[in-house]
Every structure is written in structure tokens, then in C-alpha cells.
């Protein structure tokens, strides 16, 4: 279906070259061209895998993790008992690394959840992400009150930096050069409770014949406990890079993420 999806040249396909254009101008057009390929069957891959990771039994899901690196830095952020933000930006399998945040030992986790139109949809996906104990919270100022009484308990709360905020609950900051709306909600939420934050994803691997994901987790650029907004959000967009750059294939560049510019800048879509 990916490749499907590149050669009729679909939104998908043209949007995600406009993307690693503005990404990686100085790379070459040709390799460019083959991350963007390989990234909408990653996605499309994603997309397949969503039946299972919303429908299978948790334990069978967790059965197809085939290594974990970096637990150490959620634990000891766990550790200290302020609160931990986990950064999950769109790379890899967000839904099964979703799951796994409640079955590795640190307790519960709060997780910002925005419902689908579709009513149906919205129950299996709600039931989906929260058969495993995680509470799923509104992405609204009661959901944002329900993270902070999370935080203050010492939980985990798990949110998606990489979504274009409203205009009123973000700051223009440099991601992969170029200045783009990035939400506030997560500086602020540490500014608030002293809360720790660390980076993880779900990566596809195969090893032999057999395609699992590896649990992912990294620490953050120190800037993002910066008390300046504008130099935290823009720690927070770093720490993603690094993470985009060790998996660029598995990134979600079809996402319009550049749609919301700074007055006066060219709409690239």
C-alpha cells in the first residue's frame, strides 16, 4: 500500500517530500526521494499494525517487543517522585509504545487523547490505548488540570510534542531549521511540578524473519528545564530531531507540521 501510495503520487507522497525538503534542504533530491518512499510504507506498516496493538491481548503485543534500551532513564526519573513527561513524538509505533508505558514497571500513566469524529472509532480506540491501566485525558483545560494533579502524584503522563498547537498554546521555535508553532504545554507542565522529562519511541526492527519493535527511551536536551519558554520549547524540538534522525524512515513526514509559520513566511502546502 506504501509504495501504492508513492507511485500515484498522493498527498501522502507529495507532502512528505515538501517536508524533508524543508528538513534536509542540503541533502541530495534523489535520497530525499527514497527517505520519503520509505517512510509512507513505514507509515503504512504503522497503520497495518494498529489492528493488532488495539485488538490483541496486551501480553502478545508486549511478546513481540524484542529489546528495550534506555529503561534506566524512565526509572530513575520515576525515582524521583515529581512526576515524569514522556515525549513520544510520531516515530515508530507510537500505539504499541503507548502500551507498553503501563506494563514497564513505573506505574500509571496519563496520556492526552484526542477523539476521533467517528463515535465508533472513538470506543475502540479509547478502550484500545486504555485496556492496559493508562487514563486517557482530553485535550482540553480539564484534561491539562488532570495532567497536573498526575504530575503532582508522581505519575507518568505521556504526550505527542510533535502535534501543531493552536496558536493560542504555542511558540514559534526552530525545528530542523526552520521556525514552527510548537506547543507550550509541555515546558509548562514541568515549570509547574518540577516534573522530569525523558524521549521514547517504539522502533521497528526485524531480527531473522521475524518484525518486532524496540522500546526506545533518551534522555532530553538539559535546555528544556530552561524557565524561558521560547528556550525550553525550542530544547524540546532538538530532542526531537536527534530521535528523528536515528529512525528518519520511521517518521511521520506526511503530517503537515509545518502549516503554522510566522506571519509573513510562505505556506509550503
Not at 490505548?129 to 482540553?140: D, L
Not at 519493535?213 to 524561558?228: L, T
Amino acid at each position: 500500500m506504501g509504495r501504492l501510495s508513492w507511485l500515484l503520487s498522493s498527498r501522502m507522497a507529495e507532502t512528505s517530500k515538501i517536508n524533508l525538503q524543508l528538513c534536509y534542504p542540503e541533502a541530495d533530491k534523489i535520497k530525499r526521494e527514497i527517505l520519503a518512499k520509505n517512510s509512507i510504507i513505514n507509515t503504512f506498516q504503522t497503520l497495518t499494525e494498529s489492528g493488532p496493538a488495539w485488538l490483541w491481548p496486551t501480553g502478545k503485543v508486549m511478546d513481540r517487543i524484542v529489546e528495550v534500551e534506555g529503561l534506566d532513564l524512565l526509572k530513575q526519573a520515576h525515582a524521583s517522585g515529581k512526576g515524569t513527561v514522556v515525549l513520544a513524538p510520531h516515530l515508530g509505533n507510537w500505539e504499541v509504545f503507548g502500551l507498553y508505558l503501563n506494563n514497564c514497571g513505573c506505574g500509571q500513566s496519563s496520556q492526552l487523547y484526542q477523539a476521533p469524529k467517528n463515535k465508533h472509532l472513538d470506543k475502540l480506540i479509547y478502550n484500545a490505548r486504555s485496556r492496559a491501566g493508562a487514563n486517557m485525558v482530553a485535550t482540553n483545560n480539564k484534561g491539562v488540570a488532570l495532567l497536573l494533579k498526575s504530575l503532582k502524584r508522581g505519575e507518568m503522563v505521556g504526550i505527542l510534542p510533535d502535534q501543531v498547537p493552536p496558536e493560542s498554546g504555542g511558540e514559534f521555535a526552530p525545528l530542523f531549521g526552520k521556525e514552527v508553532l510548537t506547543m507550550t504545554l509541555v515546558s509548562r507542565l514541568i515549570h509547574k511540578t518540577g516534573a522530569s522529562a525523558v524521549l521514547g519511541f517504539a522502533a521497528r526492527v526485524t531480527t531473522g524473519k521475524k518484525t518486532g519493535w524496540k522500546i526506545i527511551f533518551r534522555k532530553v536536551d538539559d535546555k528544556v528545564y530552561a524557565k524561558h519558554i521560547l528556550e525550553s520549547v525550542s530544547a524540546i524540538n532538538r530532542s526531537i530531531e536527534n530521535a528523528v534522525n536515528e529512525y528518519p524512515e520511521q517518521y511521520q513526514w506526511e503530517y503537515k507540521r509545518f502549516k503554522r509559520l510566522p506571519p509573513g513566511e510562505h505556506r509550503p502546502y
